[in-house]
C-alpha cells in the first residue's frame, strides 16, 4: 500500500523571538533576496507552499517598544506576488486579518494573487480584536471581542460570494463579433449579514483556483469548528504524538456534519528542527540554539509577560521571583504573547516554581524549558524517521517548519531530511500538479457556501 | 525663448506610460495584436513593462479602480462589448518588479476606501522588492456603487461641472490627510533604525522608532510602520489632476503630477496653477515634476495611424473622447508635441498607449530614438532608483535627529 504522503510548508521567519539575528550566517529579514533565497529552496524541496506570518503594530513592553527580537517585515501581499515572479509551482500562504481590512479589498487580492501565479494563493485567515493594534486603522478598535468570530466567519463568506461571482466562462473575448463578456452579470454579488452590506459587481474574473486555499491557525474550540467548516488546512502547535493523534482524530471527527470528508482538511503542526552529524552533535547545537533565542533579557521580557510587571531588575540567572502575578486588565505586554495567553496566570506561576525547583532551573533556563518547541532534533536520518513517524500515525499531515535562521534555514533540511523523506516514499519527488490545490490534494474549491443566510451571488 | 530646434540646454524630459488593459481605446481589445484574453495572466504585464524598461522610459503607470469598468465616469453599465474586469495594480506592479531592473513602475491606489496603514507597507515592499523603483499614484473615488462595495460610508455623487465643490473637496482633503499618512510612515523608521546589537541584545534601537501620531478627520493613525524604510525612503507620490482640487493635491502632497492639457498655452496655465498650490503648501522649493498626458495612435505613416484610429472609432460607434489630448500621426511628429510642451514647462510626458502593445511598440521604438536623435533623451538608464531617473535626491528622514 502506498504510503501516506507528508506535507511541507515553511515559514518564512519573520518578527518573533525564535529568528537567531545575531548569528554570523542570519541575513536580512527585509531584502527580497532573503525571500527569493527562502522561496527558491522551499521550491527545490518540492513544499506546498511558503507561509508568511502578519503583524499590524509593532509590539510594546512597559510601554516601550519591544527591541530584543526580530522586528519589521514587508506587506504579506505584496512580497507573495513578487515571490510568483521568482518561482513556478510553490504555493504562497498569506496571513491577513480579517479585522481591520474589508472584504472586497482582500478578495480582490487574493484573487489578484491567484491570477499572477497561476493558482498558488493561500490564505491564513485571522481575527483580531484589540484596540491597541486598532490604533492604525480607520476602524479603530471598536470591534467588541465576543464579535470577532462572527466577523471573520461572515467576512470568509464575503469573500466566498465574491470568488464565486464569476463562473469562469464570461470572457470571450471575440474580436470577430466584438463581444468581450458573454454575460452582462458577470461578478454580480450582494451580501448582507451583520456585519457587512455590501453590493455590485467584483472586478476580479474567476481565478485558476476559484478561490485562494483556506487555512486557519488555532487550537480553541471556536477555531477547530471554523477550520472544520472552512478550512483547507489547519496550523497546530502540538508537538508530541500523543497530543497531534488527539487533536487529528478530535478535528477530522468534525468535518463530517459539515458535508465534508477527512481529506479536505490537512492538520500541519508548526515544527522546528535542528541537525547535526549526530544525535549528540544535534543536541548541542539546540541547546546554543535555545540559549540564542532566549538571552537573560529576553527571559525578564518573558517573565514579564505571564508577571504582568516590570521585572527588569530581576536577576535572570537567579530563581523565580517571589511575588505573584498582577492579574487584571492591564498588561505589560501588548500586541504580542501577554498575560491574556495565560488563563490562571496564579496557578501558571505555581507550575513553573514547581518546575524550576524540581529541575535546578534558573529563571533563564526554566523560560527556555517552558517556551522550548524544539520538535525535531537529530541526524537528518532521526529527524526524517520522526517526521514520517509523526504522519504514518495520524498525528499530523505534515508540517510548517519554522527554521531559526534568515535566509538559510531552510537549506540544510532542503539538502538533507528531504531526499530522505522522498527514499521512504513518504514526498513527492517532483510537482504532480500546477497549483496549490493540486499539491495538496484538495481537488476543486467547495460549492458556493449557499447555506450562509444572507450572501447572494 | 529657447530654440526648440535645440533642447538639450533644458532638464532631462521624463516620459511615463500608462498601462491598462488593452489600451486606452474602449475597441482597442479587437485589435489584431491585442491579446485581449491574456490581461489576467502575469506574462502580459511582463511583456508590456520590459518594453517600456527596452525603452528606457522613466516609469509605467498601472491604472486600477474598485468598480468594473464604465464607459460611463459617474456609474457602472451592463456592456458586455468592452474590456471588463481587473487586477489590483500593486499587485501587479510586485509581480513584475523582480523581472525587470530599472523603468519605475507607479500603480494606482484608491485612498477613499482603504487604509493609509496597508498602503504604505504596501509601496514601502514595492520599493523593497524592486529596489528603490516604487511609486504610489493615489487616487479618490467619488462613485456611490464604488463606495456600495465596501458598504462603510456613502460618497455623495460628484457632477462634473457643478456648482457645488463640496463633496469632491472633502475626498481630495481626505487624500492629502492620507498622503500624509503614508508619507510619515515611511519616515517612521530610521534608516539606521536595525542595529543587531548583540553586546547589549537589541535587535532594534527603539529611539529610531516613532510614531506618527496623525490626528485627522477622517483617521487618526498611531504608526510606526511594521515596515522598515524603504530604498529610496520615499517612494513616489503620483496624482492625475484635472481641475483646482486636484492641482492642490499635486501642490500640497504629490512628486509628479499628470495633468491633461489642450496645447501649449493651456499647458502653461495649468502650470501656473500648481506652481501656485504648491508655494501655497510651503513647498516652493521642492521638485514637483507635471508631466502632460496625451492619448496616442501611432504609426510610421501618419495616414496609417488615422485609419487605424477610424477603424477602432468605426468599431466603437463614436469617435474616441478622452480626458487628454488624443495624438494621431507619427512618433516624429509626437516627438515635436513632446518638445513644445516641455518648452512649455511640462516635465515630459504620460503617453496613454491607443492600443496595446503597437503604441507601446511606437513609442519605444518610434519616439525614444527620435527624442535621442534630437538630444532630448537618456540614451542609458543613468540611475537605478525612480527617484534617481526623475532627479529627485533622496530626502532626509523628518524624525532623525539632526
Redo the contacts between chains.
Sequence with gaps: MAKKQIHLAAHFPG?NNTTV??DPAAGSH???RSF?HFAQTAERAKFDFLFLAE????REQNG??Y?????????T???L??L???TERLGLAGTINST???P??IA??F???D????GRAAWNVVTSWDEFTG????R?GFLPQEKRYLRAKEFLAATWALFDSWRGDE?V?D?ES??????????RFDVSSDQ??????????R?PQTRPVILQAGDSEEGREFAASSADAIFTRHGTLDAGREFYADVKGRLAKYGRSPDDLKILPAATFVLGDSDAEAQEKADVIRHQQV????AIKFLEQLWNRDLSDHDPDGPLPEVDPLVGENTVARGRASVRMYRDPIATARQWRELAEAKHLSTRELIIEVTGRQSFVGTPEKVADALDEFVQADASDGFVLVPHLTPGGLDEFADTVVPLLQERGSFRTEYEGTTLRDHLGLGDARPPADAIPGVRS | MSDPQNPVHLAPLHVAVALDGAGWHP?A????E?R??EF???RYW?DLVREAERGLLDLVTIED?????SSNPGR?D???????????A???A??????TEHVGIVPTAVVT???P??AS??V???D??S?GRAGVRVRVSSRP??A?????RTVEPFEPGSADDRPIVDLFDEAADYVEVVRRLWDS?EDD??I?D?AT??????EK?HYIDFEGR???????S???RPPQGQPIVAALAHRTVAYRLVGRSADLGFVTPRDAADARAILAEVRAEQTAAGRADETVHVLGDVVVFLDDDAAAAADRKARLDA?LGRELISDARIFVGTPAELADLVLEWREAGLGGVRLRPGGLPHDLEQITRGLVPELQRRGAFRTAYEADTLRGLLGLARPANRYAAV
Design positions: 518578527v539575528w545575531s527585509i531584502d527580497f527569493v503583524g499590524l503594530r509593532l516601550q517598544i527591541d530584543l527580537d526580530v522586528v519589521g517585515r514587508p506587506d501581499m505584496t512580497v506576488a513578487a510568483a515572479a521568482v481591520f481590512n474589508e472586497y479589498e480582490r487580492q484573487a489578484s494573487l491570477h499572477l501565479s497561476a490604533e492604525n486603522f480607520r479603530g470572457i473575448a474580436k466584438g463581444v468581450f463578456l458573454a454575460d452582462p452579470d458577470a461578478g457587512f452590506d455590501i453590493r455590485g459587481r467584483f472586478s476580479v474574473p481565478s538571552s537573560g533579557q529576553t | 475597441a481589445w479587437r485589435e489584431p491585442a485581449p484574453t489576467f495572466d502575469a511582463t479602480s474598485f468598480g468594473l469598468q457602472p451592463d456592456r458586455t462589448d468592452q474590456v471588463r474586469g481587473r487586477l489590483d500593486v499587485l501587479v510586485a509581480r513584475v518588479a523582480p523581472l476606501h482603504t487604509e496603514f496597508h507597507k504596501a514601502a515592499t514595492l523593497w522588492v529596489t456603487d464604488e456600495a462595495l465596501f458598504g462603510r523608521w533604525a536595525e543587531r548583540a541584545g537589541r535587535f532594534v534601537d527603539r522608532l477622517h483617521f487618526s493613525v498611531r504608526g510606526p511594521i515596515t522598515p468599431l
